[in-house]
């Protein structure tokens, strides 16, 4: 059975930071983009982050530019996102994805998008 596992959410305050990280399992993601979605209560999920297979690629969300941080081990066939000075619009799940289109990722085509992990929930309060 072939899964993206994410861990590493939870609540933080303003200006805090988290670190998420997505685990393959049941094939190599080797070859894959893998990336990061997140979808806000009462919103569609949204594009965060991607990274490309060789891992010399990185995409992000003009909404988290500069304080977010996307890096793979491909040994591992883990992504990890780097959360640093969190703002409350950041709150929401947070879903790792995995396809051999880094296009589609950034593109938000999520109907096409060939492996989903379960989520992880991300709550930034004071």
């Known amino acids: 059975q072939v899964q993206l596992i994410e861990s590493g959410g939870g609540l933080v305050q303003p200006g805090g930071s988290l670190r998420l990280s997505c685990t393959g399992s049941?094939?190599?993601?080797?070859?894959?983009?893998m990336g990061w979605f997140r979808q806000a209560p009462g919103k569609e999920r949204e594009f965060v982050s991607v990274?490309?297979?060789?891992?010399?690629?990185?995409y992000y969300a003009d909404s988290v530019k500069g304080r977010l941080t996307i890096s793979r081990d491909k040994a591992e066939d883990t992504v990890s996102l780097q959360m640093n000075n969190l703002k409350p619009e950041d709150t929401a799940v947070y879903y790792c994805?995995?396809?051999?289109?880094?296009?589609?990722?950034?593109?938000?085509?999520?109907?096409?998008?060939?492996?989903w992990g379960q989520g992880t929930q991300v709550t930034v309060s004071s």
């Open positions: 994805a995995a396809d051999r289109s880094m296009g589609h990722m950034v593109a938000s085509n999520i109907g096409m998008l060939e492996y």
């Open positions: 049941g094939r190599t993601f080797s070859r894959y983009a």
């Open positions: 990274i490309s297979w060789s891992g010399k690629d990185t």
